[in-house]
């Protein structure tokens, strides 16, 4: 079974950064796909950014410029550095991952339990 911890996540002032991380654990043959995605009070989920296993990374037009995801292979760990943290970035962060726990498995999709970002004076 495959799990994702996430850590990282906390209260910042307006212009500070914070680097979240996540960890794919348990039987992993291959991750394809790894991302951060946002829920605000009152909203829907959504995209915040994501990384191909190739290295190829998709940004929302929001956090451009000021995000940077990265993940390392190895460790199916994905990363999501935030700088330039503004009150609207506030949510619960989620992780996701998808992949196969073995060459001829159904593919997984797996969320994180979701860490806290808090962008207040």
């Known amino acids: 079974q495959v799990q994702l911890v996430e850590s990282g996540g906390g209260l910042v002032q307006p212009g500070g950064s914070l680097r979240l991380s996540c960890a794919a654990s348990?039987?992993?043959?291959?991750?394809?796909?790894m991302g951060w995605y946002r829920q605000a009070p009152g909203k829907q989920r959504e995209l915040v950014a994501t990384?191909?296993?190739?290295?190829?990374?998709n940004y929302a037009d929001s956090v451009k410029d000021r995000f940077t995801i990265s993940r390392d292979n190895a460790k199916n760990t994905v990363y999501l550095q935030m700088n330039n943290l503004k009150p609207e970035d506030a949510a619960a962060y989620y992780c996701n991952a998808n992949g196969r726990t073995t060459l001829s498995s159904n593919p997984f999709n797996l969320w994180g339990q979701g860490t806290q970002v808090t962008v207040s004076n």
């Open positions: 348990g039987r992993i043959f291959i991750i394809y796909n």
């Open positions: 990384i191909s296993s190739g290295g190829t990374t």
